[in-house]
Every structure is written in C-alpha cells, then in structure tokens.
C-alpha cells in the first residue's frame, strides 16, 4: 500500500507541476500578445486616468517590437504587424531616454505634424484645436498637493473628432508657450491631459519624440481603481476606497 501511495503523490505533484507550467505560459501569452495589465503612479493624465487606476494595455492594436516581449531582449528592430496609433489614442509607451521606463500619454502630433501651444491653447499644423470650458473639476489635486483642489477644465477636440478632457493648473505655465515641434518622421508627440502637471514630449531633454518602437500599446480598460493614498493590497478597506464606479470603465 504504501508503494501505491508513493506513486500516487508522484502523480498528484506531476500534474500540479504541469498545471502550473501550462498556466504560466498561457500567461506568458497573453501578456505578451494580447493585454499587460498597468497603473497609473502619476497624475499626468488626470482627468481622464487618475492615480490608483489599474488598466489594461492591448499589445495588439498596434503590432509587436522587442518592447513587447517580458524583459524586452533586443531580438528584432521595428514592428512586427505594425499599425500606427491614431491622434487621440491613450498609449503606453518606453521612455526614448530610459527604455526600461513605461510612460503613459495621448497621442497628439503624427510623423510630419507641427505642435505648438500658445497661451495654454493647442495648435496642430497651425490651426487652434476646438476647446470648450467646462465646470471646474473638484477632486484630488492634479497640481501637485495632498489637498481637495478646483482647478479649470476643458473640452478639447482633435481635428479627427476624438474629445477628451484636459485641466489646466495655472494661467501661462511653463509649458502654455513653446517652440513649434515638427514631429520626425516614423515619430510621435505625446502629451498628458493634466497640461500643467506633465512631463511630455513638450520637454525634448526628457522625453520629446517618441520613436513607433518604443509604444507598447494601447489603452483599453480600468479593471480596478482604489483612492490615491490607498493600496489595493488593503482589501478590508476596499468598500470605502475602491471607486467602484470606474472598474470595468472604457478608457477614451
């Protein structure tokens, strides 16, 4: 008997190591071919994607690079499969000057478009994009403080239709007027929704043009969403700290 039960664990654990294996690698691809789940550190985005937002990131809207696969080995160059992201998009992408550094912005200028801001207004090849004032947005505060702050909101609208909201902390802030940025080709210009509070391609020494291999993805869904200050691993704090209204939210 005791035999019997010998090989019985033998088998029991043989099946539970393979479970594992095959539950890794099912893993393995989809995150490298279909969603990488991502949150948000910062409040760049804001208000469209707010501190303690845990997302997925779709690596197919826009093919493949190294970028894609887990540690990023440099197997290849360019894109596999490649479609370029459209204006507007919300994308995930490596940092051109630190590639083992994930940001996350919205696609604003394509390859050959001119970018400019001008007394806090966006200009694309020249021409002002449509924006609209809405009610101040009241919440945690997008410019930098721990407090509840009101802070001017808008309603900008690309010249492909794509709208979004943008907040703008201050009246001619460091980056309301800059140089006109002709976006190389095979190159994209990001930037943050929260305009004041963003570092973007607007700042060539820090992140300035972002070349197509480098984007990791698109920006798809929040799955999970707790308090700024909160941490999800605190899940007998989740009925008062989760923004149950924002799981399972579409993010545009």
């Known amino acids: 008997m005791s035999v019997t039960s010998g090989t019985k664990t033998e088998s029991g654990l043989g099946e539970t190591i ?68 459209s ?42 994009v449509k924006r609209e004032r809405l009610s101040d ?38 980056y309301d007027n800059t140089t006109l940025y002709t976006v190389p080709p095979g190159h994209f210009f990001m930037m943050g929704d929260n305009r004041d509070n963003s570092t973007d391609s607007r700042v060539l020494s820090a992140v300035g043009y972002v070349p197509f291999e480098n984007i990791v993805g698109r920006a798809q869904m929040i799955f999970f969403s707790i308090a700024e200050g909160e941490h999800a691993w605190m899940f007998w704090r989740w009925p008062t700290a989760v923004r149950w209204n924002r799981i399972f939210s579409i993010v545009r």
């Open 18 to 85: 393979r479970v594992v294996i095959h539950a890794l690698l099912i893993a393995l691809v989809i995150r490298t071919f279909l969603f990488q789940p991502f949150n948000i550190p910062s409040g760049s985005m804001k208000a469209t994607l707010l501190v303690g937002d845990y997302l997925f990131v779709s690596k197919y809207s826009y093919g493949y690079s190294h970028y894609s696969i887990p540690l990023s080995p440099p197997l290849f160059s360019g894109r596999i499969f490649g479609s370029e992201p």
């Open 87 to 128: 204006r507007g998009d919300i994308v995930v992408f490596r940092l051109p000057k630190d590639d083992s550094t994930d940001y996350i912005k919205r696609v604003i200028g394509l390859p050959g478009d001119r970018i400019q801001m001008k007394e806090g207004l966006l200009y694309i090849n020249e021409k002002p």
């Open 137 to 174: 947005f009241i919440g945690e505060d997008p410019c930098g403080s721990d407090a509840t702050a009101r802070v001017k909101r808008w309603r900008e609208t690309l010249p492909n239709g794509v709208s979004y909201e943008s907040l703008d902390c201050v009246d001619n802030g460091f």
